[in-house]
Each structure stands twice: as structure tokens, then as C-alpha cells.
């Protein structure tokens, strides 16, 4: 095990796959010489020159279709879009080539391509700097779409993405940049579509992705002192989904708060809550919650801000009205 | 050129409460005062000043992330603006926006964007409904170099180009999108040849010469006025910080940053207006101590002011 920040793990995660496979390369904006905002990229230029590290202008589609193409062609691209919200202005490559090209060619291309990009609220970012738009990604066949809570995560999943032969949407958040934990050393793959107990318990189950994992956790220990033992799942794949991990957890606990921080509405929680009511219904004692945020754009000042991110107060408020 | 003294005088004011309020946004930002992302306007401000000063209440802009600015020069009320950096009550949109969204649609401002190169197509949409309301006006659409690899750019320039709208495209060149420099970023050096490819007419200023600048747009916002379409204007110029604030700039060339600051377009208007006799240097600090004056009473209105309450995150959303 070797400690590291969530940033760091995204950095050496990359590193290690681009040395270890030369047909691996980075392009997006201020990917190299600055080596991106937060340092996700810092110092790859230097070690693998701007043919594997490319800066590229501000042109989303031009990034994302690069990729497209450099898949076809059997490269293995990684595209940093900074911040999900701008995802909107480079959709087509995403939606109607990355993710469908393989079926409508009848399975003569695979687009084994990765588009990194971080969501989240809580540092005063505003409505265009924010979202948290990972259920957008779920809608689309072809591609998946992974988040990761930790450092170990970032490790496992990022290689996972990075080596399957299909598009795969990874999901950071910009408010675990500095979060720091174990990491395995040496290879190590979490297959996609496994989900993962980030705390074992037997009254409920609180299933969560990327930062409001952390959220249910603390939230988990506060109930734990009123006698509420939770369980909390860590989906970290949204689609494929470990659909066997909650119906387990939910044999044991029959009950189930789907924690995110979208916007409830059309959320990710709703595919799962539908997907429990079908296929779980006789493990339920209670309704199943969802905890979100409410369907309004993420605003700016500290104060709304703070109103608007799901809380831990919430999550436990959740809880307890299923008792 | 031709403009009486209170014009200019004008002029050097309005840079001046740019240069002073984007100091003093830094300063609040560094002390821990401000959340958010701040991009600093320090170095640009003759493009907006020098742009807007042909312009009446009627007429409107599109802003960026980098957009005080352009704020300022249209007539931004600096408390308003203040108090939306601070997430207040107050503030123009009400602690909505923050820094980058920043709008008063009283007096033209359409908005500042977080969205590179947004503004572009919407300029092109406010003067078709300008042409359509038979107004006599013209929109000016702010956008950075780096903008101008943006789809949008090239869309929105042949788009107004082909309904023959009255839009003026002004490109703050300041040679860097984020990090990566324009040769990195493009292989053109004037943006303004981009103008050829969509039968827009394309210039190329010195952007740190709020009269060169005020020159060129006078043209732009003429032609527009008179039916004859849209223009571009590549205004040359250098950011003094960070592209935001933390910024370390590890790709700045001291060398480079030193000559453009040597460039600064304030000390440089201030000489000219005295060597042409417009001002004293004391009539001169005697506006920079007022304007000095009404940024900090800016500030005491800020920080006096209400925040917004919790439940103001449900206002808005939609129109009622
Ligand atoms: C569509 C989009 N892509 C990327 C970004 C991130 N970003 C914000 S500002 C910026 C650089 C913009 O450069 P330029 O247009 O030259 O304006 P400047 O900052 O130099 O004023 C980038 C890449 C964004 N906000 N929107
Ligand atoms: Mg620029």
C-alpha cells in the first residue's frame, strides 16, 4: 500500500497504464504544460513527450472526436473535459459517435476510449461550473460510466477504464482532489460493474456514488450511536450496475436511501430505485428514499450553496423516517 | 481623433475602475473574502473600455468568465457587483451568479459566461431581435483567443455573416487560452484573418491603446448601424495575473510579462492625456483617489448586505 491524494492516483494511474501500453495517450486543454488545473496530468508531458501528452485548443467536439477516431484505429485515448458541464458542447461525439458507433457497424470497431471529467458542487463554482451530470451518460447504450469515492478507487477503475475496449465516462469530484488514502501497489483492476460495502450494516442500506459516499459514510456513524446499524454501497459503477450486491444488501436490510448529488429529478437514484421496485420489491419492509438535491441549477453564494448540497443531516433524516 | 475632454477623461476613469476593482476583488479573494473562481481583467482594460465607449444603454454586450470588465465599461453599477462577487442579496443576481454570470439586462449587459465562447451565437440571436424590432442597435460579443477555436465562434461569425446582423465580434487576444499559448493553440498570429472566411471584415489592433481601440469599434458599431453587417476586431493585449486567481502561471516568459507590463494601458493613456494637455497628473490622481473611494464604499455596501436566505435556492428556476 502506498498513501497517496485522489489527485496523485489519477496522475500515477495514467502513468503507469501509459507505460505500460504504448498506444495509451492524453489529449485535452492544458493537459501538458501546466499539467491541468489541479496537477491531474503533471509531469506526463515531460516523461512521454506531446505525441502521448497533447495540448489541444479549446475545441471540445475536435477532442472527443479525435478520440473517436484514434479508437477506431486501435489508440487508447484519454480526454480530459475539466468540468462535466462541458460535456454539452462536444455531445454529439459522445452520444452519437463514441457510444453507438460499434453497433450500428455491426460490432467491426470497438472505441476503447476514456473521457475523464470531474462533477460536483461546494467550492463556489456556480450553475455552469458544478453539475453533476453522470445520469446524462447513462442514457446512452454503448457507453459506461464509473465514479470513484477514493484513492484506491481512482486506481482501480481508472485502469479498468483505460484497458476495456469500450467508451467509459470516469467520473472524478473536484472536492475529493486532496483527499488522501491507500492505494495497492503494483497492478490492480476493479472489474466495472462491481459494486463495493464501503461499511458493513444490517438495518439499511445506503447506496451512494463519488463524494456523498464519504457523506453516508459519516452519516452511517452518527446513526450507528442511535442504534441504526447501515450498510453503505458504494455503486462506483453506474452502468453496468451490481444489481446483485443492493438485492443482497437489501436481503439483509429491507430498507434502501439512494444518496446523490444531482438533482433528484431524473436522477441516477431513480433508475435504481425502478430497478429495485421490479426486481426487489419482496425484500422492502419500507418505501425506498431518495436523497438529492432539489431541481434548480446549482447557485453561487456560500449560503444557497450550502442549502442546495445534500447534507449529512439529511441522509439521517432520510434514515430515520423508515423506522 | 476626436474627443473633447470629458470623453477622454471618461475614458481613463473607467479603466481606472476597472484596474482598482479587479485589485481590490484579488485582494478580497487572497484575504479568504470571495468563494469561487475569480479571472482578473488586469492588462485588458482599454479592449472593454475602448469598445464600449461607443455604445448607448440600448445597445448590448456578451461577456466571458473574464467579464468585470466589460461590465464596468457598459455601466455596471460596482455595489451591485460587489455584492454578487460576495453571493449576496444584493448583488445583481441575487448571489446567483458569483463572479462569472454577471448581468444587468437594463443596460445591455446580456451576461458574462463560464462557457467558453458562449456568447457568441447568443449576440448573433440579441441583434437578429434588435433587426427584428426595427432598433436602431448594436450587440458587441467579447470572446478570448482561445475562445476562437470554439465551434461556436466560427458558427456564430458566418451566421451573422449570412443574415447580415449587427454584431461586432471583439477578440481579446491576451496570447493565452488558460495555459497553452496562441502558437500552440492556432497557427495564425491575427485572429482577425478568420474574418476572410465567413466575408466579415477583419481588423487587427494594438489593445492596449484604449484610442486605437475606440477607433477601430467606432468603424465596427458605424457599419452595423448602417446595414452593412458584422465585423471582427482582434484587440492584442496580455493578462498581468493568473488566468484565475491561484494560477502559479508556470508557462509565463518573465521576459514577455515584463515587456507588456511595460505596455500597461493606464500609465500609457495617462501620458498621452497629459502630453496632449487633457489632464495633470494631480487632476489625474484626483480621479483615481475617487474612484479608489467608491470601490471601497463597494465593498462596506458588500459586506453590509443581506446574504440571500435558504430558501431563495427555489426562486427563479422558472418564469412565473
Ligand atoms: C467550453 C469550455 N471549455 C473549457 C472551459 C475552461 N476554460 C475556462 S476559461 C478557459 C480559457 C479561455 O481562453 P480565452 O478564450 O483565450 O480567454 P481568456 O481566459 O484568455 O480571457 C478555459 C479553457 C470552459 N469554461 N468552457
Ligand atoms: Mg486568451
Redesign the pocket.
Known sequence: MAKMSYIEAIKETQRAEMQRDPNVFIAG??VGVMGSAFGQTAGLLKEFGPQRVVDTP?S?SAIIGLGVGAAAMGLRPILVI??ID?MA?CMDEVLNQASKLRYMLGGQVKIPLVIRTQIGAGIGAAAQHSQSLEAFFTHMPGMKTVAAATPADIKGLLTAAIRDDNPVMFIEHKTLARLEGDVPEGDYVIPIGKADIKRKGSDVTILSWSAMVHKCLAAAESLAQEGINAEVIDIRSLVPLDKECILNSLGKTGRLVIVHEAVETSGYGAEIAAMVADQGFDLLDAPIKRVAAPFTPVPFSPVLEKEWVVSEEKIIDAVKSLF | MNLDREKMLNLYENMVKIREFEEKARELMLGGKLAGFL?LYCGEEAIAVGVCANLNDKDCITS???GHGHIIAKGGNIDKMMAELHGKATGYCKGKSGSMHIADLNIGIVGAN????AGLPIAVGVAFAMRYKKMDNVVVAF?????SN?GTFHEALNMASVLNLPVVFVC?N?H???STPQSVHQKIKDISVRGTAYDIPGKTVDGNDVLAVYEAAAQAVSRAKNGQGPSLIECKTW?HYG?FIGDPEPYKDPEEQKKWLARDPIPRFAKQLIELNYATQAELDAIKDSVKEKIEAAVKYAQSSPDPLPEDVFSDVYAE
Open positions: 486543454e492544458d479549446i471540445e475539466d468540468f462541458f458542447v | 479571472h466571458t468568465h473574464r463560464g462557457i467558453v465562447g470572446f478570448g483567443d482561445g475562445a470554439r481579446e491576451n493565452f487560452g488558460m493578462r488566468h
